[in-house]
């Protein structure tokens, strides 16, 4: 979001690090936002890279499972709304590369690690879609989940990643929106639509409850990332703030979280645990649509090659005439 | 695999979301030349009727003062410049 040609990184002496480690840290501190030209130290930037990144990739292959729905949407408006949220998605991992790119990385060098499958992305997206409710589903559980992670990062210390994410939030409350409505439609419909939503939420609920990434108790990174103000609650508050949201909307719908120790204890809404085994499987690789999607990307990438060839050849000729 | 981009150059946005008001720095986008700049930008930016217009301008056209100089640049000391720093008496009104 900000020219990443005025970042000149600068190679410093030992005691100069030192003492700009604690200007930084103190302006951290005292809520002052980074600039991509002011210095900061290199896990900082490492660390915003990394979350930039995987954030960007996820928009991005995020567009598969509900792209799979396009041309089967059971109507012109659903499609078109559809169309326009699949588009957002694709606009959302724009935004964010950019504010990677302010870091000193190209997207040249991050897409290359989507492709090669060295970078991660959300494990959500690494389920499938199997029926017209899965897309209400994505819209309500991921889009839900994605905005209580992603309304703290409007306040991130980075001033980039932070102005990208007031974008995105703005966008993003729409994806939510129809993605209820549309499960409304159904659960309120006939018994065959009714079991049709509840399904979708069978399958998607776990996912979505582990889109918030493993329990405190294992999180590499939640202490830097909170000291730093890139992240502004850990994954376990963020996911009870999810569920305590989500479990009354659930029942508007009259359909059945699929958590038998779910209870509301009279201020929060306290649920099971997650089958973790499964998260590590799928971040891992092992998920039922981690191949399908990379090689999705991969063909998308090559079959663009030659549009990306004759646009610079184009644009080098009417520079020549 | 991506060297046929390396030479899409980066492009600033900024769009005007109505007449009377100034245009603003949105975001960057990376184009081949200024007519895919707009159209992207166009795409990227303003998919909500956020603008009446755009302008795309190269990234390597911008020229920025160097923020390790920001104090000699701009630490100006001078309140006197504010009308904060007058005192108008009690009884005084219309100024």
């Known amino acids: ?321 | 695999m991506t060297g046929e981009r390396a030479a899409w150059p980066l492009w600033e946005v900024f769009v005007r979301s109505r007449a009377g008001l100034a245009h603003q720095h949105v975001g960057s986008l990376h184009a081949v030349d200024a007519r895919m700049a707009l159209d992207n930008a166009r795409d990227v930016y303003t998919r909500r009727g956020e603008g009446a217009s755009l302008w795309v301008v190269p990234a390597s056209a911008v020229v920025a003062s160097d923020p390790a100089d920001k104090d000699s640049f701009f630490g100006l000391d001078e309140e006197f410049r504010h009308a904060s720093y007058y005192v108008v008496p009690d009884g005084v009104h219309g100024i």
């Open chain 1, 1 to 321: 979001m900000c020219t990443q040609g005025l970042d000149q990184p600068r190679t410093l002496a030992a005691e100069d690090v030192s003492a700009r480690a604690e200007h930084f840290e103190a302006r951290v501190a005292a809520e002052d936002k980074i600039e991509p030209p002011d210095w900061m130290p290199d896990a900082y930037r490492a660390l915003l890279i990394r979350q930039i990144a995987q954030h960007a990739h996820s928009e991005i292959v995020g567009m598969l499972p509900e792209g799979n729905w396009l041309s089967r949407a059971p109507s012109l408006r659903r499609k078109g709304i559809l169309l326009a949220k699949v588009q957002d998605e694709a606009g959302h991992g724009l935004y964010l590369y950019s504010a990677a790119e302010t870091l000193g990385v190209t997207r040249d060098e991050l897409v290359d690690q989507l492709l090669a499958g060295t970078a991660k992305y959300s494990s959500i997206f690494n389920y499938p879609t199997l029926t017209w409710a899965d897309v209400g589903a994505v819209g309500w559980l991921v889009d839900g989940a994605a905005i209580m992670n992603q309304v703290p990062l409007c306040r991130c210390s980075y001033g980039p990643y932070a102005r990208a994410m007031v974008r995105i939030c703005r966008e993003e409350s729409f994806h939510q929106r129809q993605g209820f409505e549309l499960l409304t439609v159904l659960a309120q419909g006939t018994p065959a639509q009714h079991a049709m939503a509840q399904d979708a939420l069978d399958r998607w609920w776990w996912p979505a409850v582990m889109m918030f990434g493993p329990p405190d108790s294992e999180s590499t990174h939640n202490d830097r990332s909170l000291r730093w103000k890139v992240k502004r609650f850990t994954n376990d508050e963020l996911r009870q703030k999810f569920v305590d949201l989500t479990v009354p909307q659930a029942q508007f719908l009259a359909l059945t979280v699929p958590d038998p120790d779910l209870a509301y204890d009279g201020e929060h809404w306290r649920f099971g645990k997650p089958d973790w085994s499964e998260f590590k499987r799928v971040v891992k690789g092992d998920g039922p649509c981690n191949r399908e999607r990379l090689v999705a990307r991969r063909t998308a990438h090559e079959d663009g090659a030659w549009v990306r060839e004759a646009a610079v050849a184009h644009a080098a000729k009417r520079v020549l005439v």
